[in-house]
């Protein structure tokens, strides 16, 4: 039971944005340093983009900045909006891949499970994640300046 | 964000032992009933087995049948013990794969959401998924005679 890497992938985007507070940011300079793919992120950058979560300058010192104060930012939001199917079994977007599907009670149970852990993700934002003292930590992990 | 097709046909293996209520089965039965590859099954009903979820007979009328009453087994326990890794996040089980591990909030949200999804989980035995009218359904659903 693992997030895609899509969702991960954008959190950490948008982290990484919210701790430059409005300095604009390169897909290439958040691909260095988490040592992640560029490619993959640019997906993922495109997306967040299409999404509103992102706002990109063109021209040679363009770049990316967050489209809302971190504090407007649910992660549980970036997470539904991320994940390709909130499915955690396949029954429940595949309703014909189980005989037992018009009566169980297991699919009903993940559900209610998975309701559970959106409500976590639902009860925090991108500010929550970023508190002053995390913030600074995480500036100087990322080699990011002040 | 899905469980492993492991945990996934375990659990539907110990329902389909709790409806037939105590009688041998086989894995090719089961296999059949839900139309499911049989060789992936094997290995789950090995681990089933190796666990003491599952009793099982050998010889012409052997079988599988479970080792304690469906009231006796929590679907979380099986949950657990069937999914191959409980991250939901990759930096939960190895460490060195994102910069910001040492002081990351995110992936304790996530732990935080992943122990709301299996307390719900948790809160269920076998024997809640099957309750005398749901019971009677998903018999008729897998052909089980009465």
Do not use: W
């Given at each position: ?6 969702s ?7 982290m990484?944005?919210?701790?430059k507070?409005?300095s ?16 993959h992120l ?24 967050l489209?809302?104060a ?36 297991l699919?009903g ?7 559970a ?12 994640l ?6 600074r ?10």
């Amino acid at each position: 039971m693992r997030i895609t890497r899509h969702s991960d992938y954008a959190l950490r985007t948008l982290m990484y944005l919210a701790l430059k507070q409005g300095s604009v940011v390169t897909i290439n300079e958040i691909a260095e340093r988490y040592g992640i793919s560029r490619n993959h992120l640019t997906k993922v950058v495109n997306r967040l983009h299409q999404l509103g979560y992102l706002r990109a300058t063109r021209g040679k010192n363009g770049g990316l900045t967050l489209a809302s104060a971190p504090g407007q930012i649910s992660v549980g939001a970036v997470f539904r909006d991320m994940e390709s199917s909130l499915a955690v079994v396949e029954c429940v977007d595949e309703p014909g891949a189980c005989v037992l599907s018009p009566s169980c009670r297991l699919q009903g149970l993940f559900n209610q499970a998975q309701a559970a852990f959106l409500a976590q993700l639902d009860a925090h934002t991108l500010a929550d994640l970023l508190p002053p003292e995390t913030g600074r930590q995480l500036r100087d992990l990322l080699a990011i300046e002040r």
